[in-house]
Nanobody
């Protein structure tokens, strides 16, 4: 059974940093992604990474966030710097066995950026 668990969210002041973690188990995956959903908005892609290390970022990330992967394990991270109030959202991790496979989602972790 596949399990995806996010952690690392919390309350941070504008300009601060957080590092989110995603641990996946129960299978072998080659694609990982971080998404977010703010109240009243659709879920959107933040960043993704493949098993060969290829990364993709939303345009609005603009170098503030970095996705990385622990190659020896199914763990993915999202380092978020220079956080803004508009980054407040629930952040979700998903994993896929392949580009054509359906994703498995975690339960999400809340990130709140506020002074």
């Amino acid at each position: 059974q596949v399990q995806v668990v996010e952690s690392g969210g919390g309350l941070v002041q504008p300009g601060g940093s957080l590092k989110l973690s995603c641990a996946a188990s129960g299978g072998s995956f080659n694609r990982w992604g971080w998404y977010r959903q703010a109240p009243g908005k659709q879920r959107e892609l933040v960043a993704s990474i493949t098993s060969d290390g290829s990364t993709n970022y939303a345009d609005w990330v603009k170098g503030r966030f970095t996705i990385s992967r622990q190659s020896a394990a199914n763990n993915v991270y999202l380092q978020m710097n220079s956080l803004k109030a508009e980054d407040t959202a629930v952040y979700y991790c998903n994993v896929r066995r392949s580009v054509f496979a359906s994703p498995y989602w975690g339960q999400g972790t809340q990130v709140t950026v506020s002074s």
